[in-house]
T-cell receptor, first 113, second 110 residues
Framework: DAGVIQSPRHEVTEMGQEVTLRCKPISGHNSLFWYRQTMMRGLELLIYFNNNVPIDDSGMPEDRFSAKMPNASFSTLKIQPSEPRDSAVYFCASRQGSGTEAFFGQGTRLTVV | GESVGLHLPTLSVQEGDNSIINCAYSNSASDYFIWYKQESGKGPQFIID?????DKRQGQRVTVLLNKTVKHLSLQIAATQPGDSAVYFC?????????FGSGTKLNVKP
C-alpha cells in the first residue's frame, strides 16, 4: 500500500478563494482524521470520521471549514472563503480499528495570500 | 479539554549518547499515551505507545516511561543516531482521538 495519499502537496491561493484538500486513506482503514499543524498551535485535530461518518467535528475552527467522506477511500477538507490565518500544513491520517497507530499522509502546505 | 505539553522545544545530543524527551499531560483519564516522530517535510510517524495502567514499555532502542503521580511521560532513545533527528511529539489517546503536544526538536550532532 502506498500509505495515506494527500493532494495537492502545496497550495497557494488568494484570500477569499475556495480551497479543497484531498485525502485517500489506507485501504481497509475505517477511521480518518484531519489535522492542522502550525508553529503556534502545533497539531490540532479538526475532525474525525469513523466508517465514513463524522464523529467529532468540534475542532473545526468555524463554518468556513467543512469536511466530507463520501466513501471509504476518499475525504475532502474544504475552506470557503479562505483567509491568511488558514495558512498551515494540513494532515490527513487513517487508522484501522481502534488502535493507537495512526498513519499520516505527507500533508498539504496551504498558503493563503 | 486535552492538554499535552513538552518541557523543551529543542534537544541537542551527541551521536551515540542516549536521549531523553519529556512530556507533561493534564488528562488522567487518557487510555494511552503515544510518541510520534516527524521528520522534515513528512507526516508524524508512530514510534511506541503505553497503556495508561503501565509504567514502562520498551521497543527497539526506545523506552517510554509513564509517571501517573506527576502526570509525566518520557521517551528514551538509546545510542542516538543521525537518523533520529526529528521533532518528537507525545500524544494522549482518549475516546478514539489523538491529542498532540507541541513537539521537541531533537538534533543529533555527529
Amino acid at each position: 500500500d502506498a500509505g495515506v495519499i494527500q493532494s495537492p502537496r502545496h497550495e497557494v491561493t488568494e484570500m477569499g478563494q475556495e480551497v479543497t484538500l484531498r485525502c485517500k486513506p489506507i485501504s481497509g482503514h475505517n477511521s480518518l482524521f484531519w489535522y492542522r499543524q502550525t508553529m503556534m498551535r502545533g497539531l490540532e485535530l479538526l475532525i474525525y470520521f469513523n466508517n465514513n461518518v463524522p464523529i467529532d467535528d468540534s475542532g473545526m475552527p468555524e463554518d468556513r471549514f467543512s469536511a466530507k467522506m463520501p466513501n471509504a477511500s476518499f475525504s475532502t477538507l474544504k475552506i470557503q472563503p479562505s483567509e491568511p490565518r488558514d495558512s498551515a500544513v494540513y494532515f490527513c491520517a487513517s487508522r484501522q480499528g481502534s488502535g493507537t497507530e495512526a498513519f499520516f499522509g505527507q500533508g498539504t502546505r496551504l498558503t493563503v495570500v | 479539554g486535552e492538554s499535552v505539553g513538552l518541557h523543551l522545544p529543542t534537544l541537542s545530543v551527541q551521536e551515540g549518547d542516549n536521549s531523553i524527551i519529556n512530556c507533561a499531560y493534564s488528562n488522567s483519564a487518557s487510555d494511552y499515551f503515544i510518541w510520534y516522530k516527524q521528520e522534515s517535510g513528512k507526516g508524524p510517524q508512530f514510534i511506541i505507545d503505553i497503556r495508561s495502567n503501565m509504567d514502562k514499555r520498551q521497543g527497539q532502542r526506545v523506552t517510554v516511561l509513564l509517571n501517573k503521580t506527576v502526570k509525566h511521560l518520557s521517551l528514551q532513545i538509546a545510542a542516538t543516531q543521525p537518523g533520529d533527528s526529528a521533532v518528537y511529539f507525545c500524544a494522549s489517546y482518549n475516546f478514539n482521538k489523538f491529542y498532540f503536544g507541541s513537539g521537541t526538536k531533537l538534533n543529533v550532532k555527529p
